[in-house]
């Protein structure tokens, strides 16, 4: 018709094409809250842009990083150390599979550690029930050999795995 203005129909004829994505969008496909995406971004796991009205836009590629990132959570490690792993990609950009190899194995022996230290915790933990930590010098979880003596008179706080 002339004098209106149409838009001109994408090759994809829908918005599934597109490679922007409003936080709602990312949020609803990744199974994240807004909130969380904001927190990632304000964290810098994350980025996005701002269309001329003010709204937040992210890339598709957005929806493998904070797959990347839930994953990683899962396993215990910090936010800090993710973004920090992140970062070491070339120009920030999603991590591949052979990224995801490499990002992984940094974190293997951390995690290795971790469950070391869970498996003797839960080893120790039979020898506590019943105990009610009335003998804080024999406490194999809060003061193993006795270290606390040690360190002198009054309250200690020891790391379990140490």
């Known amino acids: 018709m002339p004098g209106t203005s149409e838009k001109k129909a994408s090759s994809c004829g829908d918005k599934k094409c597109r490679r922007e994505m409003t936080v709602g969008e990312v949020a609803e496909r990744s199974d994240v809250a807004v909130s969380a995406l904001h927190f990632y971004e304000s964290k810098g796991l994350i980025s996005s842009w701002r269309t001329s009205g003010n709204q937040r836009r992210y890339s598709r590629d957005v929806l493998r990083r904070?797959?990347?990132?839930?994953?990683?959570?899962?396993?215990?490690i910090p936010l800090a150390e993710i973004r920090e792993a992140l970062?070491?990609?070339?120009?920030?950009?999603?991590p591949t599979a052979k990224d995801w190899a490499k990002l992984s194995a940094g974190w293997r022996e951390e995690l290795d550690q971790r469950i070391l230290q869970l498996t003797q915790l839960r080893d120790r933990l039979e020898g506590c029930i019943g105990c009610g930590c009335l003998?804080?010098?024999?406490?194999?979880?809060?003061?193993p050999g006795d270290q606390a003596a040690e360190l002198g008179a009054g309250a200690r706080y020891l790391d379990v795995g140490s």
């Open 135 to 143: 003998s804080m010098q024999s406490c194999p979880l809060r003061n």
């Open 87 to 94: 970062a070491t990609l070339p120009d920030g950009r999603t």
């Open 66 to 76: 904070v797959a990347i990132i839930k994953v990683a959570q899962s396993t215990g």
